[in-house]
């Protein structure tokens, strides 16, 4: 099995890169989410200190473990998967912006940002001050609040991130969910944004081309710019 990570992941920076790993490492093991019936599992099924000629990996997950995007589908009948989305929808410019709300993001907290038409958005919360987010579900976990995504959807934005397993609360994650897929705004969840400055960045971010899925895994990087 692939050890468990029982810590807050380390920055990932190879070299003298400047490329920053936002993704949370998949484990056998790992925390899910409250709607996950299955804990992900995954174990080596050959390994050469076993004998075996090769090592090799079976990873059973669901799309939603570790840092994913949603597609329309997840939320919206008919909507496009997520191996239909555009593929410069994670690539570009992206913004990280920190706020300080307790529970849920609000529009105040938003708007001195001057949000603008087609910005990708990773927001930072006191989520990413709680090491333990790695190892369970956390049941107090900071969240927009409707009307805060009702402002972002008016700002259209391209794509909105959170240092979160959902961007909703228990109350209004369907709500919002659907509201944002509805009008093609990508949701990229469960980010670990601790050692990340607000600021400007450059990011990739690409999902698995899982065929008809609702959503997937993603490895995603950033680099200021």
Known sequence: MLKKTNSAPA???AGKSEWIDVSVPLHDGMRQGPLEPLTPHIEFIMARNKGNPVDMLQININSHNGTHI???KHHV???SSI???PLDTGIGPARVIEVKGAETIKVDEIKPYDVQT???LLFK???SYRPERFTEFLKNWVYFSTEAINYLIECK???LGIDAISIGGRSNANEIHEALLTRGIYIL???ELGYVKPGRYEMICLPLRLQGGDASPVRAIIRPV
């Open 11 to 13: 920055i990932v920076n």
């Open 70 to 72: 949603d597609a329309p």
């Open 77 to 79: 009948k008919g909507g």
């Open 83 to 85: 191996d239909q989305m």
């Open 118 to 120: 087609g910005e990708r």
């Open 125 to 127: 919360t006191r989520n």
């Open 157 to 159: 934005i391209r794509l």
């Open 189 to 191: 969840e469960d980010l």
